[in-house]
């Protein structure tokens, strides 16, 4: 074997080491506009992944053993790259269509998706180890053969858990370093095979047409980007309406507010309500958005009142302040924080008088951490005295578990919990301060005047949570958030089903 057979060789491990790590973690963040970020995901992606780099290890070995010759190895990860290139135009669809069809049982389809996805290009891609064993073993011991190889792989492989999330898809998008890495597959493949079979060269074709799959833009969307976090959307629902802003594949993130107007129609329109039934100087918006509340309060109680609004997606933040969409304005009474938000309350030495916190992920699910008995307390310890913190949860036609755990958690903390729904949202209201119902009400009367006049008869019904079965406090060790959520979608789906028949 000459010299440069043998470093193109040990290159290929490393590469395709990078290859592997990055696409597991890549397919992370293409799974959560369709399937969200949750333990499920993470246990499908790391499960399935694992599963076909075992079979991939016992077939690479067995082929090596079988013809072991480097054109049989780079054949097999040109067809891997030619998957990617396939790749690139469906996991949308395929994503969406597995959703859809399995959507009465989430974890099914899922996996079933993950094997589909994942499958094929990972037992193609895991051959590569042992086969490159097997070539340079012939030269070297089969220990320091093998010992050398999984080094390689190994160090590609952490080289592609940094570079893929921390600089990738932050700089070019998750749909970019998909065709990064098919790229770097097929090359490797086809380089391995110039010399032996030019007509594979060919095979290089198909990669110039990978920026075709990139996503047409919908004439009504204005404005499409992939962040590190989400699939975002800015939209112009009709002529002279407020832009929307939508995350992912599931609803409506951010809403903007009319000219003149305070109210959205949605339960937005709510936490305005706050500056009424307590004190507020200082403010906390957990989960800006791209800045509905922050817009709101402005209008409502200009600098009376100081937010500090915290959002953790960047692009998000930017979208806020572009002037052409919602033209959030950073002053005297706004402090925009990009950070998240339990770190946020962590490191901060304010005392907040209103606390807002509205953190989805651009569809129904909630990171797990914001739920816990942990994070409210660190709320309160962040409030005034005399504090209140409203939240928004999510209640798929009024199927209402996810909404009592939350309520049972808030109880462990605050003396007062008090809830409203408005469509499939709740808003409860939590004191610090024993604040009896009557009282709340008597101030969300006295608040109906002028602007808020609608939205205070909207929140008449304000009322006093009732026991509700199976309810449970959530914990930051058994939050089961995720597992609630997916059976709340899963009974939603079951219900349009049967109402479709």
């Known amino acids: 074997m000459t010299t440069v057979r043998r470093f193109y060789l040990l290159l290929t491990c490393f590469l395709m080491g990078f290859a592997i790590l990055g696409l597991e973690l890549l397919g992370f963040r293409l799974y959560g506009p369709v399937y969200g970020y949750s333990s499920y995901v993470a246990g499908t992606l790391i499960g399935v992944i694992l599963a076909a780099l075992s079979i991939g290890y016992v077939i690479g070995g067995r082929l090596a053993d079988r013809a072991p010759r480097p054109p049989v190895l780079y054949r097999l990860l ?42 094929p290009i990972m037992v193609l891609l895991s051959v590569t180890s042992p086969f490159i064993i097997r070539l340079v073993a012939v030269e070297d011991r089969v220990g320091t053969a093998a010992g050398t190889i999984y080094a390689l792989s190994t160090v590609g492989s952490i080289l592609g858990s940094f570079l893929t ?106 936490f305005v309500l706050g500056p009424k039934l307590v004190p507020v100087r200082e403010m906390a918006v957990l989960g800006m958005g791209a800045g509905t509340s922050v817009l709101q309060f402005q209008r409502l109680y200009g600098d009376r009142i100081h937010i500090d609004a915290v959002e953790i997606d960047p692009w998000v933040v930017k979208i806020a302040k572009d002037k052409r969409y919602f033209g959030v304005e950073e002053g005297p009474s706004v402090t925009i924080h990009t950070k998240d938000a339990r770190p946020y309350l962590r490191t901060c030495e304010k005392k907040y008088d209103l606390v807002e916190i509205d953190m989805y992920q651009g569809g129904p699910l909630i990171p797990f951490y914001v739920t816990s008995v942990e994070f409210f307390q660190l709320v309160s310890d962040r409030m005034s005295d005399n504090g209140l913190a409203m939240t928004n949860v999510l209640a798929l036609e009024n199927d209402k578990l996810l909404v009592a755990c939350v309520i049972k958690t808030l109880q462990e903390v605050f003396p007062s919990v008090y809830t409203l729904q408005t469509g499939s949202n709740y808003v409860l209201f939590a ?3 024993e604040t009896p119902l009557a009282l709340v009400r008597r101030r969300i009367e006295a ?55």
């Open 431 to 433: 004191f610090k301060q």
């Open 78 to 119: 040109v067809i891997a790259g030619l998957l990617l290139v396939a790749f690139c135009f469906v996991y949308r669809v395929l994503l969406d269509a597995f959703f859809i069809a399995f959507k009465s049982q989430f974890i099914t389809g899922l996996i079933f998706v993950t094997v589909v996805v994942f499958g």
């Open 165 to 270: 999330p921390f600089v990738l898809v932050p700089t070019i998008g998750a749909h970019m370093t998909l065709v990064i890495m098919t790229g770097i597959v097929l090359v490797v493949g086809v380089i391995g095979l110039v010399g032996l079979r030019r007509a594979w060269v060919i095979a290089l074709l198909p990669l110039g047409l990978t920026p075709l799959s990139f996503p047409q833009q919908p004439e009504n969307i204005v404005l499409q980007i992939q962040s590190p976090y989400s699939d975002l959307q800015v939209e112009q629902p009709g002529e002279g309406k407020p832009y929307v802003l939508a995350v992912n594949s599931w609803a409506w993130y951010s809403r903007g507010v009319a000219a003149g107007s305070v109210e959205t129609g949605s339960y937005y329109d709510l």
């Open 447 to 501: 608040a109906g005047g002028g602007a808020l006049a609608a939205i205070a008869r909207r929140a008449s019904g304000i009322t006093t949570p009732e026991p509700y079965p199976g309810a449970h406090v959530f914990r930051d060790d058994d939050a089961d958030v995720a597992r609630i959520t997916f059976d709340m979608v899963r009974r939603n789906a079951i219900r349009r089903l049967d109402k479709n028949r």
